[in-house]
């Protein structure tokens, strides 16, 4: 099966991984840019095929206008999330989930996978139904980490179970609770970070089950922020007190 991919950072992200299969290479026929040029030098001493076409044509191809002049075909790669992968987080002494509850606009999956990538996150996981979907402009968002992150689509309520039952330390991102994130101690236990909808927010099923209810404080008026900036917030502080209690150890 075919994929199509678009975009200069997530095109020079796939080529540095030997394990994909690039079919052929579309490029901008006018374009200057010097890092597609690398890009083209890169496809060539690989004896990949690279085709100029009109813009036009990369519009087509990648069914949008935001492809940076570069779209490409590979063979589809096969995506972590076998269930060994994800048992073998679990057992992981300071292993770090991502949930995103009903996050359906596909370029703020998108960020969150990459911001998820960034620190660090074992993997992210998102609800089986009302979800963005894996496509070109989530690979394109994120940089191309979406490929590396496991990513696991699943019955979100019997996931937070099993992982309580695991002893996964549960943490919800509530603007109405009463603890904030800058006074909350973050610890090595394994944990996960739940960030449900902008508009409704977490589920109150899959609410019930947090150990913890945390928010970023407002300092004006708007109360709320977008779904991946509240995980960059949350995923810095994790990483940020681990920092501090790793190198304080004996």
């Known amino acids: 099966m075919k994929k199509i991919i678009c975009g200069i950072h997530t095109i020079e992200s796939y080529l540095m991984d030997r394990d994909v299969s690039f079919k052929i ?10 890092r597609i040029f690398n890009i083209k030098r890169t496809l ?5 095929t690279v085709l100029p076409v009109r813009r036009k044509h990369l519009n087509q191809i990648s069914s949008s206008t935001s492809h940076q002049g570069v779209v490409a075909v590979i063979d589809h790669i ?3 999330n076998s269930k060994s992968e994800v048992d073998e987080v679990s057992l992981k002494k300071s292993s ?6 009903r996050i359906t606009d596909v370029r703020n999956l998108g960020s969150c996978l990459r911001t998820a990538y960034f620190f660090g996150v074992d993997a992210v996981v ?18 191309g980490a979406s490929k590396d992150i496991l990513f696991i689509r699943t019955d979100l309520q019997r996931f937070v179970k099993n ?7 549960i943490l919800g991102a509530d603007e109405r609770s009463d603890q904030d994130i800058y006074n909350y101690k973050f610890d090595e236990k394994k ?41 960059g917030i949350f995923l810095f502080e994790v990483t940020r007190q681990r920092s501090i209690i790793l190198h304080s150890s004996p």
């Open 163 to 169: 992982m309580r039952r695991n002893d996964v330390k």
């Open 78 to 80: 096969k995506r972590k």
């Open 44 to 48: 060539r001493s690989r004896n990949i």
């Open 96 to 101: 770090l989930f991502l949930i995103l509850d």
């Open 25 to 34: 290479v579309y490029i901008s026929e006018n374009s200057k840019n010097d």
């Open 126 to 143: 998102v609800p089986r139904y009302r979800s963005a979907k894996l496509n070109s402009t989530v690979e394109k968002v994120s940089c």
């Open 191 to 231: 944990m996960a970070i739940i960030i449900g909808n902008e508009g409704r927010g977490i589920r109150d099923s899959i609410k019930k089950n947090c150990c913890d209810l945390v928010k970023v404080p407002s300092q004006k008026r708007i109360t709320s922020l977008n779904v991946s900036v509240i995980a």
